[in-house]
């Protein structure tokens, strides 16, 4: 759709890449393919691990697939760097598989923007670690991380 944008616009500033970032995480920590699928342009690409979708039905089933492998799912991200449309993230998630292993899966990403805020690129790098359920540190309800739950820097991520 033509009308279709997700403020805030760039060029950003430290302050909107901040919120970006943090709107960013709030949506997929709600784990809706629906609602995480309209903060892409309508021809996104993606690389994420060895998956490269494109465009937003592609992107959607992505998002589909992650969620019902990846239960418990809790994400933090972190602003590393921005500049006018771009902004690079760090960020950690736990989650556990169907046999109730629990894991950390660390990562960076590189966003494009266009100009009314949709991303119209992601690169994302991700590692998986095994822990165990005792040295999980997200431990908030589902849903968007509380404003007072420490973030990446401050957990020592």
Same mark, same amino acid.
Do not use: C
């Given at each position: 759709?033509?009308?279709?944008?997700?403020?805030?616009?760039?060029?950003?500033?430290?302050?909107? $890449?901040?919120?970006?970032?943090?709107?960013?995480?709030?949506?997929? %920590?709600?784990k809706d393919p629906d609602?995480?699928?309209?903060?892409?342009?309508?021809?996104?690409?993606?690389? %994420?691990? $060895?998956?490269?979708?494109?465009?937003? $039905?592609?992107?959607?089933?992505?998002?589909?697939?992650?969620?019902?492998?990846?239960?418990?799912?809790?994400?933090?991200?972190?602003?590393?760097?921005?500049? @006018?449309?771009?902004?690079?993230?760090?960020?950690?998630?736990?989650?556990? @598989?169907?046999?109730?292993?629990?894991?950390?899966?660390?990562?960076?990403? %590189?966003?494009?923007?266009?100009?009314?805020?949709?991303?119209?690129?992601?690169?994302?790098?991700?590692n998986d670690m095994p822990?165990?359920?005792?040295?999980?540190?997200?431990?908030?309800?589902?849903?968007?991380?509380?404003?007072?739950?420490?973030?990446?820097?401050?957990?020592?991520?």
């Amino acid at each position: 759709m033509a009308d279709e944008s997700k403020p805030p616009f760039p060029p950003f500033d430290e302050d909107s $890449a901040r919120q970006k970032v943090r709107m960013a995480e709030n949506a997929w %920590n709600s784990k809706d393919p629906d609602k995480v699928s309209l903060a892409y342009t309508e021809d996104s690409r993606w690389r %994420n691990r $060895a998956e490269f979708p494109q465009g937003r $039905a592609q992107i959607r089933a992505f998002l589909q697939r992650k969620w019902a492998r990846e239960l418990d799912y809790r994400l933090i991200k972190e602003l590393w760097a921005f500049n @006018d449309h771009r902004i690079a993230v760090r960020f950690a998630y736990e989650w556990r @598989d169907d046999a109730g292993n629990w894991f950390r899966s660390y990562g960076n990403e %590189n966003w494009e923007f266009d100009d009314k805020g949709l991303m119209q690129t992601r690169f994302a790098s991700i590692n998986d670690m095994p822990i165990r359920a005792e040295e999980r540190l997200f431990h908030w309800p589902a849903g968007t991380r509380p404003d007072d739950h420490p973030g990446l820097s401050e957990l020592g991520l």
